[in-house]
């Protein structure tokens, strides 16, 4: 856990004319100043749930002041006629209490903020004034990481979705490198629009401009679609390794087969991995040219043996001639006049300097050190044995697949059918990206050097090149950023995963966008479930805030089967849990949480007097939430 | 020793053909390996491609580590394809110096700005040759390396049988 981690909980909050929770308070301190670690909220659906969520948000980001007259108004309690409303929540920050009111004008259809800071000032102060170590990350893609959809999760292990890196990047303020990024950008637009109207006239300009930002445009174009096709290629990849599984996981069930398929795949590894060994070792012996070919071979001799027969290089060198024609006198006595100076010159030029000698020389050794013999044809067809063995060994895989298939239910054959389209989809677009890539490779150099081109014509090539420097720091540092996070999440997710999963070893392998597991075994959904949160834990753990963690929903989309872990590991993972769970969700779900100490249980319940706040826990257990909960 | 102008250029096509290789879990170690492989078929087949043939970016300015003591091995080579290809006579001395001249430095690679000039003409040419007789892009190396033995032990008959009619 960093050092410096500043420590926001959640006091409790109060809702004054709110829509389906009218005037209510919810305290979440077990004593002064105190939260509960966990405390569970029966609300149900339909009955201000989301309101909260959207409520919670909005106070931690300040961003209500944007809201439209529209999302003021829904605010209001139907058939009110009260002119204002407010949401107030009650933080501690690092031991210090404050109190940030969202204050709704149902009049204007505006909104506003106050804060209260009790243990600094004591007196409420218009805005959102939060402190700034906070003010300035508390974004809404950051908030909405800790104040969180329970449907969300799955999406963390979901090979098309990114919201495993996205989580990364927002908790740990790795968005603010790129928006870094993105003024850079900004300030060298500037530049250049200044520079380009300051020589407004010079049309040679604007059809440069022009012809950088069609190739601009060109690029983008072939981004996107090549951003399509590789999402594609991961979606594919996901239902493919999802359909293997099943399949794999059926073909266990028949022992016999299952063998037979363990024994093939085995071998097919073995083979494999001599594969390597003698790629490398033909590889090896192609980088000795004369290995590669006994003509080579004789040709290089030859060349050598000629070298050698005509006295090349030849021991005179070029030295000799342009220190002669330095002198009065030629070594066989004759004077030497200009015309003789310049002709032994001229023909110095055609004999090789000391340098040459030594080069002539050098290769003429290494041609008499090289070797053949017959050792890469051996390697060669070693290989083509081994790519026959893994032929037959691929086959016979296909044919237990065949035979399995043959012999299974209907479930089994439209998997494998699946799988085969998801196969032959991929080969398809394995085929078509790299063009694409290529395509977009031609595209970005022709963008380049156009852009150039303009940075010279506006005279701004320096400040650009300082520019993108700063530029390419920041994408670096980004990178590196994300690379270490990722290893320190990833071991500590795996921690997590371990304390909570003890039946079986599943693991994570990487984040690539997603969360992806180790072998190709898969998990059950209630275990994707943990992984997910064991992950969010961990991202909580690592980061520079210790922040509560608002769940809306957490066993909505679960299994009855699979809530019950989910519910066991949950209290673990972070230090203020704030579950709103809905009455059809408590079953199953709920019981890890009766036998824990330090839980506390609150039901919303609607009657005559309107909505309030029961701290029972048998009210929680026996309360029924209606229709609009089902 | 300077390392002088010299750029090892790829042939246009060969990023696109070795994309599925060098996309599989077995790839070459150095995009160099497949510059290279280019270049002893268009050698030994004696076949120079065309400038539009090369890239215009380099690949890299000197060879790479395995290919730093296969210079002098190398620079043979070319003067030996040069030769057959000028038609200079054995006995030719002045011609021979004259294109050792020419195709030689006194640096890293021993070749002149000319020397790999020719170098990368002739890995074009080797890339011609891999695509006509290597059709069917192939992601399993070993299975490229089999079929390019094959390939170029075909070629080395063939010149030879020419060579002596």
């Known amino acids: 856990m960093p050092e410096a981690q500043t420590k926001v909980k959640i006091l409790g909050w109060r809702y004054e004319n709110i829509r389906g929770l009218e005037t209510m308070d919810v305290n979440l301190e077990s004593q002064d100043h105190t939260p509960y670690p966990i405390t569970l909220i029966m609300m149900p659906n339909g009955q201000g749930k989301t309101t909260t969520m959207e409520l919670l948000l909005a106070a931690f980001t300040g961003g209500a002041e944007h809201w439209g007259r529209d999302q003021v108004l829904e605010l209001r309690p139907p058939g009110s006629t009260a002119n204002s409303g407010e949401f107030q929540l009650r933080l501690l920050i690092d031991g210090q209490r404050f109190v940030v009111t969202l204050e709704l004008d149902y009049q204007t259809g505006s909104a506003s903020y106050a804060t209260t800071r009790i243990d600094i000032s004591g007196g409420k102060e218009p805005g959102h004034n939060l402190p700034s170590s906070l003010k300035h990350v508390f974004k809404d893609q950051f908030v909405k990481r800790f104040i969180f959809d329970g449907e969300l999760v799955k999406d963390i292990l979901n090979g098309s979705k990114d919201e495993a890196e996205k989580t990364i990047r927002y908790l740990h303020n790795l968005d603010r490198l790129e928006e870094l990024a993105v003024a850079i950008d900004h300030v060298k637009d500037d530049m250049q629009r200044e520079r380009e109207t300051a020589s407004r006239t010079d049309r040679g300009l604007t059809r440069l401009r022009n012809q950088r930002d069609e190739a601009f445009g060109q690029m983008r174009q072939l981004q996107t679609r090549l951003a399509q096709l590789e999402s594609q290629f991961n979606e594919a990849t996901t239902q493919l390794e999802q359909r293997e599984t099943f399949l794999q996981h059926r073909l266990a069930q028949s022992e016999q087969l299952q063998r037979r398929y363990e024994e093939s795949q085995r071998q097919l590894e073995t083979v494999r991995r001599d594969l390597v060994l003698k790629g490398q070792a033909a590889i090896a012996s192609f980088r000795e040219p004369t290995m590669a070919n006994r003509l080579i071979f004789s040709r290089l001799n030859q060349l050598s043996s000629r070298l050698q027969r005509l006295k090349l290089p030849e021991s005179t060198s070029r030295q000799f001639f342009t220190e002669l024609a330095e002198e009065e006198f030629c070594v066989c006595g004759r004077p030497i006049r200009s015309t003789e100076r310049d002709a032994i010159l001229s023909r110095a030029e055609s004999y090789l300097g000391h340098d040459e000698y030594g080069v002539v020389n050098a290769i003429k050794q290494e041609i008499r050190n090289s070797t053949y013999d017959d050792s890469l044809t051996d390697t060669i067809n070693n290989l083509t044995e081994l790519l026959t063995e893994e032929s037959r060994h691929l086959s016979e895989l296909r044919r237990i697949e065949l035979e399995q298939e043959n012999s299974g239910d209907d479930d089994v054959r439209q998997a494998a059918e699946e799988r085969d389209v998801l196969r032959a989809k991929l080969t398809s677009l394995d085929e078509k990206i790299p063009s694409f890539q290529l395509a977009l490779k031609t595209a970005k150099d022709n963008y380049e050097s156009l852009q150039r081109k303009f940075n010279e014509a506006t005279q701004t090539v320096e400040f650009i090149r300082k520019a993108d420097k700063l530029k390419d720091i920041t994408r670096q540092t980004s990178a590196a950023a994300l690379r270490n996070l990722k290893a320190t999440i990833i071991e500590n997710t795996n921690r997590r995963i371990a304390d909570v999963i003890h039946l079986e070893k599943i693991s994570v392998e990487a984040i690539d966008g997603h969360l992806k597991l180790a072998g190709k075994g898969g998990a059950s959904q209630g275990q994707s479930l943990a992984i997910a949160y064991s992950f969010l834990g961990s991202l909580f753990a690592n980061s520079a805030f210790g922040l509560p963690f608002v769940v809306d929903s957490p066993a909505g989309p679960l299994d009855l089967e699979v809530r019950h872990e989910v519910a066991t590991m949950l209290p673990g993972l972070f230090d203020q849990l704030i579950l709103l769970v809905m009455s059809g969700e408590r079953e199953a779900f709920a019981d890890p949480f009766y036998q824990l100490a330090g839980v506390q249980f609150l039901t919303v319940v609607k009657d005559s007097s309107g909505p309030h706040c029961v701290a029972e826990i048998e009210t929680f257990k026996k309360f029924q939430g209606g229709k609009e909960d089902i | ?165």
């Open chain 2, 1 to 165: 020793m300077a390392t002088g102008n010299v750029y090892f250029r790829l042939p246009v096509k060969a990023e696109a053909y070795f994309q599925p290789i060098m996309k599989s879990s077995q790839k070459f170690e150095l995009a160099f390996d497949y510059y290279y492989l280019c270049l002893l078929v268009g050698i030994l087949a004696g076949k120079l491609g065309r400038d539009e043939d090369v890239k215009d970016q380099y690949l890299v300015d000197s060879y790479p580590g395995p290919y730093k003591t296969k210079r002098g091995v190398l620079a043979g080579l070319l003067i030996e394809a040069e030769m057959r290809r000028q038609d200079i006579l054995p006995q030719d001395r002045q011609r021979l110096q004259q294109l050792i001249l020419t195709l030689t430095s006194h640096n890293d690679t021993f070749l002149s700005e000319e020397g790999v000039n020719f170098l990368n003409l002739y890995a074009a040419g080797g890339m011609e040759l891999i695509e006509d007789n290597i059709p069917t892009k192939t992601a399993s190396l070993p299975t490229f390396l089999t079929l390019y033995h094959q390939l170029i032990d075909r070629l080395g008959a063939e010149q030879e049988t020419w060579s002596t009619e």
